[in-house]
Nanobody, 119 residues
Framework: VQLVESGGGLVQAGGSLRLSCAAS????????MGWYRQAPGKQRELVTT???????DYADSVKGRFTISRDNAKNTVYLQMNSLKPEDTALYYC??????????????WGQGTQVTVSS
C-alpha cells in the first residue's frame, strides 16, 4: 500500500496542526495504521495507532493532546495535534501494517511530513 502524508508545517507552541495520510487501498483492509515520528538524533518512536475495528492507542507523551481518526470513504487517516510543544518537533511518518502474523505481515511507510514547533 502507498501512503502519502500531508499537513506538516511550522507552528508556535500551543498551536495545532492536522496531518493527513492518504492510502492507496481501502483502509478497512489494513489491520493497523499509525503515526510515528523521528526527531534529529533520536530513534523513530510510535505516536499513535488505530486498528481496523477502531481501537486506538497513544504514547504517554501525546495522550490528551493528539487524536487519531480516519475517514473510510476517503481512505485517509488523520492526526489532530493540539497544544503542541517544541519537543513534538519531528518528521512524522504514516505507517500501515497488513496481516496479524509478524513473520508474514507487510509494513508500509509514507515519505514523512515535517512538524516544527517553535517556542
Amino acid at each position: 500500500v502507498q501512503l502519502v502524508e500531508s499537513g506538516g508545517g511550522l507552528v508556535q507552541a500551543g498551536g495545532s496542526l492536522r496531518l493527513s495520510c492518504a492510502a492507496s487501498r481501502n483502509i478497512l483492509s489494513i489491520n493497523r495504521m499509525g503515526w510515528y515520528r523521528q526527531a534529529p538524533g533520536k530513534q523513530r518512536e510510535l505516536v499513535t495507532t488505530i486498528t481496523s475495528d477502531g481501537s486506538t492507542d497513544y504514547a504517554d507523551s501525546v495522550k490528551g493532546r493528539f487524536t487519531i481518526s480516519r475517514d473510510n470513504a476517503k481512505n485517509t487517516v488523520y492526526l489532530q495535534m493540539n497544544s503542541l510543544k517544541p519537543e513534538d518537533t519531528a518528521l512524522y511518518y504514516c505507517n500501515a501494517r497488513i496481516g496479524l502474523i509478524p513473520t508474514t505481515r507487510t509494513v508500509s511507510w509514507g515519505q514523512g511530513t515535517q512538524v516544527t514547533v517553535s517556542s
